[in-house]
């Protein structure tokens, strides 16, 4: 059950941040320099700072907690060149940041929150607010516990920026590089400086399937002449669920057949689903059913991973396109009704 941060835990928070803005970090790195702070020596449990707000937009402090949630961030950054689209990668990032916007930005409870703790804000990209960024639900505001980690998380970075703005110790960002603040466990010592990030591209991964019998199967079905064009694609709007306590935002996996644009499946999954099985499992039925298409067609790597043990077994040729022509007059015929 969803726990609210009392007005002391918010106040926490919300000092922290003012303090940060004070020293404005986003005059000193850009969005691609990292810090990370970790407390001890286990690497994966670092914690990741993008700084917002170099080139004026917007200003703000975006927090990614462990490798998996960097992940999320790589995605973001070669977003482009993944051939993905700004939306899908947005719906994916693992994150909790902080915003200085504008007040249309923020929702009635942010609104409430400021004004419970008596701040008061005029202007363009002066009002400080929180949202959580999580795959399969809507960007939502912090809850009690995340509250809690952002404050501190906030107040490390304090400490660390100062450092390294008053050393000015050199850091090669532009060569896959940090600036590392590594507490001792009981954070009574420290020590600072340049280290290798964990990885400067993104991880995807592969499906595999591991059933022999269903392999055997599959290499057997004979070919057709069908053409296919997969995808996996955020929904992009906030949905109730009783099951969860915060709005999701589905994901849709899409199977069509290119040269009419007939959807063959077009599933809506959940947090808890994983779309990519969902695509795959689709595509399986339609090849027992109707034969091994000779093409499969895709937009970006991701998809192309989920896939490809499939399309290895069966013979199908599966080919990475910028555009998929009738996926996209699908989903502008979905927006229609949304």
């Avoid at 959807?263 to 795959?280: F, H, Q, R």
């Avoid at 555009?323 to 699908?330: A, M, P, Q, S």
Wanted: charged share 30%; hydrophobic share 35%; glycine share 6%.
């Amino acid at each position: 059950m969803r726990k609210e941060a009392t007005t002391e835990e918010w106040k926490r928070l919300y000092e922290a941040a003012t303090r940060i803005r004070e020293l404005k970090p986003w005059e000193d790195l850009w969005d691609l320099d990292i810090i990370g702070i970790r407390v001890g020596e286990e690497p994966e449990n670092t914690v990741f700072y993008s700084i917002l707000g170099k080139g004026g937009d917007c200003y703000g402090i975006t927090v990614y907690e462990g490798y998996d949630a960097f992940n999320s961030f790589m995605m973001l950054t070669m977003q482009e060149s993944l051939n993905l689209s700004v939306e899908y990668a947005m719906f994916n990032q693992k994150n909790l940041t902080c915003y200085w916007g504008n007040r249309e930005e923020l929702s009635a409870k942010q609104r409430t929150i400021i004004k419970e703790l008596g701040y008061k804000y005029r202007g363009k990209n002066q009002w400080l607010y929180f949202m959580s960024y999580e795959p399969g639900f809507y960007p939502y505001n912090l809850d009690q516990d995340e509250v809690v980690r952002m404050a501190e998380y906030l107040e490390d970075l304090e400490t660390a920026f100062t450092y390294y703005k008053e050393t000015k110790i050199p850091v090669h960002f532009d060569e896959g590089n940090m600036f590392s603040f590594i507490y001792s466990p009981d954070k009574k010592t420290w020590r600072f400086g340049e280290e290798s990030l964990p990885f400067t591209c993104y991880n995807f991964q592969s499906l595999t399937i591991t059933d022999e019998e269903l392999l055997e199967a599959l290499g057997e079905v004979p070919q057709s002449e069908y053409i296919l064009e997969a995808d996996v694609r955020s929904l992009g709007v906030a949905m109730t669920d009783e099951k969860y306590d915060k709005p999701v935002n589905p994901e849709m996996s899409i199977l069509v057949e290119a040269n009419t644009g007939l959807a063959i499946s077009c599933e809506l999954k959940g947090p808890d689903d994983d779309p990519m099985i969902d695509l795959a499992e689709a595509l399986i039925g339609f090849i027992f059913e109707a034969g091994a298409p000779k093409e499969i067609r895709v937009s970006n790597v991701i998809v192309e991973a989920g896939l490809e043990q499939i399309c290895d077994i069966c013979g199908i040729k599966l080919r990475r396109i910028k555009t998929l022509h009738g996926i996209e007059e699908f989903w502008l015929g979905m927006q229609r009704f949304r």
